[in-house]
């Protein structure tokens, strides 16, 4: 089945600890990036990857990192969360070329940084 | 920028049609998107419409595009309960490196 997974689902944490959210997919998708979801906001993308080892900042890049070292994963790093990062995150992959490529969504991650 | 406007709340009765509307400001954007959040779930691609085409029909739902004035809309035929839920619009930014997303809508339905 074609799915892009994230873990954790949910999380609580403190300021200042380090985290870390995955993301893997097994469709062999080229592109892949990350949304945060917040109320009011609709959904604003963090970073993407357009390949391995390729990466670029989306619209709402500070206060994250990511890294792609393979093609399946796209780990989401917060090296020192702070309560504005408190959100709805999403992971997303799409193959490349074709703008009408469906872009498959994970299934979130609720983050809660006190 | 790219930008994607909805209206933020949508009610109906079941059995009502539901009518959801967008403007986006990219006229260059060739693909047009609905996407559908249930509660507590992803984001599910529900049909999308290439900027040629003027009205996208697929079983209950049905997109119309008017490109002049860069309004997108999602009818909802015969809503149902299981049809509440938020939906979102998007287009693909110029560079097709990012989907730029409205803020959705919520739609709920009574019974």
């Known amino acids: 089945e074609a799915q892009v997974t994230q873990n954790p689902r949910y999380l609580i944490t403190v300021t200042g600890k380090k985290l870390t959210v995955t993301c893997s997919q097994n469709?062999?998708?080229?592109?892949m990036s990350w949304y945060r979801q917040d109320p009011g906001l609709g959904l604003r993308q963090i970073y993407y990857?357009?390949?391995?080892?390729?990466?670029d900042k989306g619209d709402v890049p500070e206060g994250y990192k990511v890294s792609r070292k393979e093609k399946r994963n796209f780990p989401l790093i917060l090296e020192s969360p702070s309560p504005n990062q408190t959100s709805l995150y999403f992971c997303?992959?799409?193959?490349?070329?074709?703008?009408?490529?469906?872009?498959?969504f994970g299934q979130g991650t609720r983050l809660t940084v006190v | 920028g790219e930008d994607v406007e909805q209206s933020l709340f949508l009610s109906v009765r079941e059995g009502d049609s539901s009518v959801i509307n967008c403007t986006y400001t990219?006229?260059?954007?060739?693909?047009l998107y609905w996407y559908k959040q249930e509660p507590g779930a992803g984001l599910q691609l529900l049909t999308y419409?290439?900027?040629?085409?003027d009205m996208k029909q697929d079983q209950r739902l049905t997109v119309l595009l008017n490109k002049k004035d860069k309004h997108l809309s999602l009818r909802i035929a015969d809503t149902q309960t299981g049809d509440s839920a938020i939906y979102f619009c998007?287009?693909?930014?110029?560079?097709?490196?990012?989907?730029?997303f409205g803020k959705g809508t919520t739609l709920s339905v009574s019974s």
């Open positions: 997303a992959s799409r193959a490349q070329g074709a703008m009408n490529t469906e872009a498959f």
């Open positions: 469709m062999n998708h080229e592109y």
């Open positions: 990857s357009m390949n391995v080892e390729v990466t």
């Open positions: 990219d006229s260059s954007s060739t693909y």
């Open positions: 419409i290439f900027s040629n085409m």
């Open positions: 998007a287009e693909m930014d110029q560079a097709g490196t990012a989907l730029i």
